[in-house]
Structure formats: structure tokens, C-alpha cells
């Protein structure tokens, strides 16, 4: 297996810059000492740019640095060779660079119109930025995402409300399972969850999490409270009736059918994560005034996959690295958007919903 250089670790820190930015001899520096695990003298460093720049990979001006077309057609070819033993974070902020500008109007139909909370990834650590300043994130266009991918914001998660809207506009099921939980067993749980919700008439559409999990989520036709909804009693959660606690009740009474096939292996329990290492939640927490859930193409910013959306009759032969970046761009090549919410009436399921409730 071919091994990276400090060459290798030079290119990475620099092809992740936006094109034309230069960086100093210091920066550099410090990024290839801590990336290789040895100590950099400045003047090694100086003879190791200086040979980049021979090679016409590097460009230098005036004492600064920047990574060449050349270097970038180079270095796309060569992080497959190495990809083990690079920065892990950095070549996440590479490939997420490559990746959104080809699926940045699937991303932004999700995006629009409401508050956007944005993970940055840097070396270790991951930082979820909700606010500019005083004001909430908003992403109208391939221009904000392209700013936000040039300070490391890889992973982008919409509020499930417009700004200033009083209603959710998904009803989003978030399947998360449990470190024990095999995902042949989460599958099964998804496919019956589906299959529930598609007796009602409403076909939703169905992503991958990105990470362990699946998302299912459908849009209903517009319509009011249902006039004799009262919010399910939780013994830890006091709730107000409205819209949110309507949606949130949707998941809990989905997951209690789900849970006549597969008893023992679901909940819609939140609270006690160690308690539900063996089990799948679905989570109605994320539905709630602020609640946010990661955009269809986002990339996750832990695994680098993408939450790809699926149909009902891929579940069962998917693999995580079937979400790869470069294989998720090719499929949208071929497919375009396919996370397509059609409006359904939900009147029935609604019916059934608050008569549960009741119980």
C-alpha cells in the first residue's frame, strides 16, 4: 500500500483552501508538524514548498503559498492512494468541496426559506454553528453554501419550519439505532414503518442518515389541528396542544404499530440512552419549535456519507458505502433529485392518531 509523505500532507492542508487563497510559511508549518507527527523546523519546511514549487504544484508569492491547478489535478488523483493516512477532517472539508457543487439545487429546495444550522469540521472537532453574529443562518444559494464550505461547514441541517412559522412542514420519522442494533434488524424496521404509513394513502420518501440510520418523511396537504386532538401524556414531558406536539404524536403512534411485529425492538423513548442500546428509536424529539434535521445530500459530518435518499426496494441489499460521495454524484448524474415529497391527505391517519392519543 503506497504511503503518504509530508509532501502528501502539505497538499492536503493547501487543496482545501478555495482556489487563489495563500497561506503562510507558519501555517504551514504547524499543519504538516501535526499531521505527520514530527517536528518541522521552518527551513525544512521552506525546502519541502520549495520542491512542491519546482514540481509546479505549489505556487509562491511573496512569501506565501497556494496550491496550482496542477497541483489540485495531482493531488484529486493521489488521496485515493493514501486516503488512510491522511488528515480524516480535512479530507472529509476536501471531498465535501468536490461534492456539493453537483448536488447544491437538490440541497438548497430544503434549505430555503428557513433557519439552517451548519457543522464545521476542523482537526478533532466538530462545531454546530447555528447563528452569524446575532442572526440565525439562512442558505438561499449555491453562493452561501460555497462560502460556508470554505470555513468547514460540511454538513447542513434545516429547521423543520419555515422562519417564523408556527407548524412543522415534514413530518420527519428519524430511525436511531442502538450501538447493538444490527442494521439488517433497522432495516426491517423502516420497511414495516413504511408499509404502515402507506396503508394510510401517503407515500413518504426515504433517506439514509448518513451514518447508522434512516429517515422516512412525508408532507401532508395544508390542514388544521384536528379539533379533538389532545397531545399523548408523557411522563416526563408536559405538552401543549399544537401542531408540533400533533406531528411528534404521528411518530410515537407509527412506532407503537411498528412495535406489534418487532416487540421488545422499538421505542419513541428519548430519555436513557444507555437503556436503548438494543432498540430502534423513533424520534419525535427533533419535532418541536427549533427542531432541525439534516438535509436529503448533506453530507454527515462524522462519517463523510451522504444521507442519500433511497427507494422502498433498495433498503434491503444498501450498504453505508453505498452513500459514498463520488457514487451518490453519479447516481444524481443519472436520477437527478430523488427526494421528492408529495402532498397526501392524511385525514385517516390523522383519525387514527387521536383516537390513540386517547388510550
Known amino acids: ?101 453537483h448536488v447544491v439545487d437538490a440541497l438548497l429546495e430544503f434549505c430555503r426559506d428557513r433557519w439552517v444550522s451548519v457543522f464545521r469540521l476542523f482537526t478533532g472537532r466538530a462545531w454546530l454553528q447555528r447563528k452569524l453574529g446575532p442572526k440565525y443562518i439562512t442558505i438561499k444559494n449555491a453562493g452561501d453554501v460555497e462560502r460556508w464550505l470554505d470555513v468547514h461547514g460540511v454538513d447542513f441541517i434545516p429547521y423543520i419550519h419555515r422562519i417564523e412559522c408556527d407548524r ?12 447493538k442494533v444490527q442494521m439488517e434488524k433497522t ?31 412525508a408532507q401532508f396537504k395544508p390542514h388544521e389541528l384536528p379539533k379533538d386532538y389532545r397531545p399523548k401524556r408523557l411522563r416526563a414531558e408536559r405538552r401543549e396542544r399544537n401542531p408540533f406536539s400533533f406531528y411528534a404524536d404521528i411518530v410515537r403512534f407509527i412506532e407503537s404499530r411498528v412495535s406489534e411485529k418487532f416487540p421488545g425492538l422499538t421505542t419513541s423513548e428519548t430519555a436513557k440512552k444507555e437503556m436503548r442500546e438494543d432498540k430502534v428509536l423513533f424520534d419525535a424529539s427533533i419535532i418541536k419549535p427549533m427542531g432541525d434535521v439534516r438535509a436529503p445530500y448533506s453530507m454527515h459530518f462524522k462519517t463523510g456519507l451522504i444521507s442519500m435518499p433511497l427507494e422502498l426496494k433498495e433498503l434491503k441489499r444498501f450498504r453505508s458505502e453505498h452513500a459514498d460521495p463520488e457514487l451518490t454524484v453519479e447516481r444524481y448524474r443519472k436520477r437527478g433529485n430523488e427526494f421528492a415529497l408529495k402532498q397526501a391527505d392524511g385525514e385517516k391517519l390523522f383519525e387514527d392518531v387521536v383516537k390513540w392519543c386517547r388510550t
Open 168 to 179: 412543522p412542514d415534514w413530518l420527519v420519522i428519524d430511525f436511531d439505532a442502538g450501538k
Open 1 to 101: 500500500m503506497a504511503r503518504a509523505t509530508t509532501a502528501d500532507h502539505v497538499l492536503t492542508s493547501l487543496a482545501i483552501k478555495r482556489k487563489g487563497k495563500f497561506v503562510d510559511i507558519n501555517h504551514i508549518q504547524e499543519k504538516v508538524s501535526r499531521d505527520t507527527g514530527q517536528k518541522f523546523l521552518k527551513g525544512e519546511t521552506k525546502e519541502l514548498l520549495d520542491s512542491l514549487v519546482k514540481k509546479g504544484w505549489v505556487e509562491e508569492r511573496d512569501g506565501m503559498y497556494a496550491i496550482t491547478d496542477g497541483g489540485r489535478t495531482y493531488f484529486e488523483h493521489r488521496w485515493r492512494q493514501i486516503k488512510d493516512e491522511l488528515n480524516p477532517d480535512y479530507l472529509k472539508v476536501y471531498r465535501a468541496k468536490r461534492y456539493y457543487p
Open 187 to 217: 432495516k426491517r424496521v423502516v420497511y414495516t414503518a413504511h408499509e404502515v404509513i402507506s396503508s394510510y394513502g401517503i407515500e413518504p420518501a426515504m433517506k439514509f442518515s448518513g451514518s447508522r440510520g434512516f429517515q422516512l418523511w
